[in-house]
Structure formats: C-alpha cells, structure tokens
C-alpha cells in the first residue's frame, strides 16, 4: 500500500524544515524503520525514517528546499502500484522554496525577462559567464569574519545593518563592537540624500554602550513627588544679590541628598553580583551637559560640605568638565547622580541609572501653580523630582523613603545652609 | 642555569645521552677527527673512541642507510648530515625505510635514530646549500621532525629525540649555532610535541620556529612600540605538532601569522594555515596569513638572497594586515 513521506512537526515552534539530503534514490527499495532523508529543523538535523516497506518511487522536493510541516516530500509504494492520487495531492505543496541560510535571505527573485529570440545562445551563454562573479555582490550576500558572525549572532546583531571597514567591505570584529555599542544597532533605512553621517565620538560610544547596558541589565523603577518649591525660590532669591559663590537649586539639592543617603543608606549602595556593596562617604554626582554627550562630576562627602563649599566645588568641577580636564577620580564613585533638567522646560523625568550607582535623581523645573492649602486655593510654586532605582537592591519602600528624606530637607532649605 | 652556545648545547645533549646508554653512537662526515664542520661533535672522538664517532665518505644514501640498519639491528645512531640539503641523497633510506619499518614489520622492529644537521639559509651557501626542506621530511607519516630554535631547545629536544624509539630528524639552523642562551645545569628534557609561548601578547598570534623565532621577536618588538601586542608561539616540534597550544593562542588573539623559512607552497606554515582555519574557524577575525621565503632558489647575492628569506618587517607588516591597520 502507498505510504506518504512528509515533513514532520519535530518541535513546538517549528512551522517549516529544510530537506537537506535524501538517502535514497528513486526507485530504490525502503523497507519500514529505513532512514530515507535528513531534515532541519529550526533546532536540528534530523533523520526521516520510512513508515512503510516498497520503493521510493518519487522525490516530491529537491534537496535543499525549504517545505512547510506536513508538505509531502516522497512518496514509498510498490514497484507497479498507481500513486497517481498522492502526486496529484503533492502539486499542492506550493510553497516549496529554495532554501536560503540565515542572514543571506535575499530579496524575492524576479522572474527573468523574456529573451528576444533574435540573441543569439552563444552571446547568452557569454554574458552570463561575465556576470557570473557578480551573483555574490547581490544584495543581501554580507561579507563577514568568521569572528564577526558569531559575535553578531551572540549580541542578537543583524550584519546586513552594518557597514564592514575590512578589506572588500568585510565586516570584521570592531564593526560589530561598534555596532554593539550603538544604541539602534541596526539602521535599517539606508541613508537618503544630503543626510549627514557623523562617526561616533569616544563619548558618545561610551555614553550609547554603559547607558544601553545600564537600561537592558538594571530593572528600573520610578518614584515621583510633587515639592512644595517655595522655600527654595525665597533662599535662591536671597543669595542671588550676595557676594560669593552663586547657590541655586542644584546646590541645595546636591547637600539634600548627601544627606539623605546617610538617612537612607540603602540607595547609597551598588549591586556587585553576589552582595550588596555598602558606600562610606555619601558622594553626589552631578551630570553636566557637554557639547558631545555628558559627564557627571562628584561633590564628595556632600553631607559634610556647606552649601557655599559645594557651591564653589560644583563651579570648579563643572569649569573643568567642560574642558574635559577632570580627573577619574572626580567622575567616579557617587553613591548617587542629580540630574537636574529644570533650567529647561521640562516639568518631570527619569534618568537612567549610572552604574555602579543603584539610584539617579530627576528634577523638573519649579512651576508656579495652583494649590491647596486648609480648603483654599491660593497661589504656589512646586517642583517635580523623580527617583529611578535599581530594584536588586532598593526596594519600593527604600525609594519613597529616600524621596522623602529629600523632600523634607528642600522644603526647609534654611536648615540646609546651617 | 649557565648561558652557552647553541653548538655547545647540542654537544652537551650528545655527550650526555652517549654517557647515559652506549648504545648511542655518532656517525658522519668530519665528526670525529674534524670535530664536526660546525664543531656540534668537539671532543666526542676524544671522549668516546672511534667506535663511537665513525667518521664516514661524502655518501650519504651509503651513511644514513647504514644508520637505518644500526637502528634497526638495536642500536641508537645519531647520524649528522652536514646539511639537510644532502639528506636528499638519502631520501629513500630516509622516507621509505627509517619512516616505515616499524609498520610495515607489525612493530616488530624499531628505528630508534635521529638524524641531525642544519636546514634552511645561512650566509651566501647559494641555492643548493640553502633549502629548508622539513615541509618534504614532516609530509611522511612515521618521521618526526623538530627544529629547536634556542640552545636549551637544541640540548633538550636533542636528547629526547636520541630516546625516542621512532626515527626523529633534528633540523638546526646554521645561523643559530653561535646563538647563545640559558641551558639549565640539570637535566632537561623537552618533550617531543609540546610547543613554547616564547612571548605572550593578545593581538595576533606569530607562529615560529627555528631562527624565524627570532625575527618573529624582533617584529614583536617593534609593533609593541606602536601598541600592537603579538604572541609569539615556537612549535619546537613540527611534527608531532601541539595543536592545543597553537589553537588556543589563535583563540586568544583572533589572529595568526604563520611563519616558515621554506616555500610557501605545501608549505608547513600551508598546515598550519590549514588546520588554525578548520579548528578555529568560528573565532578568526582575518584571514591567516603566512610569512614564508619567495617562490625562488635562493640566490648567491646577498641582497638578493635578504629579500627572499622572511625577516622582522614582512613578518610586522603581515601582523598589520591581520589586524586591517594596512
């Protein structure tokens, strides 16, 4: 009796297979539990047995062509019986397709046009042979290093997004560490005209690389609070006339989380794998915008400084980040950063955390706006600041707590300059 | 420690090995009254008698093949060829009976000898004094082939070749018998097949031996100067050869140059090539590359004869190309 071989569904997720070889050839004798073809599968290479005893008698798909699960593939009967049924059930079975690997899909091949007949077969013959080392420019073919293929493969990268400075154009290991680093990795729309294609800065790759990595490894969350910004306009105010150093909102913000982070310990800390690393000092850093990304210098031990100390360090630390004159030491090591956008017109955020800190503080600028207070609506001024926070090591309530250890201490802003 | 000629080495393996089982003899031409035309033999005839140091006619097919025999008939020759260029003539004792006896007797009989003497260029030797042939000797199953590139290499690789029950062929370099370097005062044996890290680095792997060790040093000096780190790996043994060291330093840097003195065509270095593309495919960042001399007889001319041989600039500029900076 006339037995169907067809692609079989080998796994949950597998929807087509490849028949890569067949076994047997047409016409030869099969008997049931004989291995006739290998298949691939989109885990593995696998072997097809046959079901039933008699011949091959035909070989639906050619090797390498890529068939959907339950296509038929070969038909086994006897020498002399009719399978005229099953052929006819099998020229069904169109989606057969060349099988084409990973990463080399070409785009769909258009039928060729027809051919005068006045070309003669010879000049034919001749142009295909000329064009013939072409076929592996073809859109779609992606020269690689071997190297550069298994990183890309490992990092989820696609290699026809990235430009190949090796010899030829071929993608060799730094493309696909650039394009690690890149936070769309992938440009998937060439160019179009007049557009302008700046190479990365050193900067900004070590921005794109820690700040992708910071966003896919931490979980983050957000915390936000509305302040009563009030006090703060008045001491800001106060001291625009002095003499000395100049004491704004960053300064005051910078002394209130030095000193929250001693009230909360727990957001002045690091995830280090295997522990939670406690930090000694309580370390603000501050980010400061340059004209090609950012960096974030450290006032140390803020909570021991006075706000005219850290008024004068800031000044100091931002002069020279703007130079790109400052130390490793000044940009590394804060238990947590301010990142303070509210000169702009942005009323709330969330930044992302630098790590190894576990938290980075968001402010928006201070709104003047309605607000109510014992049953009236009066006039007032309030500030938006939000915590992002490492979730492996603070907790939702540690993030309030903190926020709140800030807000106490902005509302009363005298108490800070003591 | 104690620091001694490359020559010296060599002498100091024979003298002990021929000390430690008297089965070991010496045989060539000028070994024994001459004291060796590279002096390796000095003091042997001397020390040891003429049954011992057997000075032979300019026959090598006559020599190397009664070697052979002596091997085969349990003794343990050591049978200098002046030149690997004249072992040609004794190709057939070399490659049809030494390489072979052992398996076509069911392991009946051994040949437990090792034939020594220089490969490759010197200084003006012209084309037929000139050749380095170990890519002909290490082709053959049942030979093996080391090319000791230091004195300690040369003493060590020498006295375990003389133990070795298989015909092993020690090919020195004649430029390198004056070399001098660090030979510990005791025993030292360096096992067949084990290669050295001669100097680690983490940009490209330079694969050397024999005196383009030394150029492969040089080239290693001047690309640090430019940042570039290269490792330099010594096989020692060409065959059996120690895959694992050479693979793994591959692994290491993504890159590999491979450095040969002979052609360049079914070269070693073409092995090596070879087997560094099938096993450490996945991790290559750029093509091997090999450094080898031109595709020539090498020529009397001095100027000549230093633009075929591989030295520390094509071997520095082949690193560039590895790592896409040329």
Known sequence: MAGRIIMPKLSDTMEEGVLVKWLKREGEGVASGDVVAEVETDKAVLELEAYTDGVLRKQMVPEGARVPVGALLGVIAGDQESIDALLAEGSKAEQVRPFAPTGTEGPPVTPAKPVPPSIQASVLAEVAQRSAPAASETPGTVTASPLARRLAEQRGIDLRAIRGTGPGGRIVERDVAAAATSPTPAVTTPPSAGDRREPLSLMRATIAKRMTESKATIPHFYVTTEINAGPLLEVKTRFADTAGPKIGVTELLVKAMGQALLAVPRVNASFAGDAVVFRAGAHVGVAVALEDGIITPVVRDADRKSVGQIAEALADLTDRARRKALKPEEYQGAGISLSNLGMFRVDEFSAIITPPEAAVLAVGRIVETAVIREGRVEAGHRMRITLSADHRVIDGVIAAKYLEEVAARIENPWQLLR | ?326
């Open chain 2, 1 to 326: 420690m104690s620091v001694m000629a490359y020559r010296d080495a060599l002498n100091l393996a024979l003298r002990e090995e021929m000390h430690r089982d008297d089965r070991v003899f010496i045989m060539g031409e000028e070994v024994g009254a001459y004291q060796g035309a590279y002096k390796v033999t000095k003091g042997l005839l001397q020390e040891f008698g003429k049954r011992r140091v057997i000075d032979t006619p300019i026959a090598e097919a006559g020599f190397v093949g009664a070697g052979v025999g002596a091997a085969m008939a349990g003794l343990r020759p050591v049978v200098e060829v002046m030149t690997f260029n004249f072992a040609v003539a004794a190709m057939d004792s070399i490659v049809n009976t030494a390489a072979k006896v052992h398996y076509m007797s069911g392991g009946q009989v051994s040949v437990p000898m090792v034939i020594r003497g220089p490969g490759g260029s010197a200084r003006q030797l012209a084309a037929q004094h000139s050749q380095a042939l170990e890519a002909w000797f290490c082709h053959v199953p049942g030979l093996k082939v080391c090319a000791p590139g230091t004195p300690r290499d040369a003493r060590g690789l020498l006295k375990s070749a003389i133990r070795d029950d298989n015909p092993v062929l020690v090919i020195e370099s004649e430029l390198l018998y004056g070399a001098t370097g660090e030979v510990p005062q005791a025993e030292d044996l360096i096992p067949l097949g084990v290669a050295a890290i001669v100097r680690p680095g983490r940009d490209c792997a330079v694969i050397a031996y024999s005196k383009m060790v030394r150029e492969a040093l040089a080239a290693a000096d001047t690309l640090a100067a430019e940042g570039i780190e290269v490792e330099v790996v010594d096989p020692r043994t060409l065959r059996p050869f120690d895959w694992d060291t050479v693979l793994a330093s591959v692994r290491k840097t993504k890159r590999a140059v491979v450095v040969q003195e002979g052609w360049t065509f079914c070269g070693v270095a073409a092995e090596i090539a070879a087997k560094i593309s099938a096993e450490a495919f996945d991790e290559l960042d750029a093509p091997v590359e090999r450094v080898t001399s031109l595709d020539v007889p090498l020529p009397y001319a001095r100027p000549l004869e230093a633009a075929t041989v591989p030295e520390a600039g094509r071997i520095a500029a082949a690193v560039k190309k590895a790592l896409y900076l040329v």
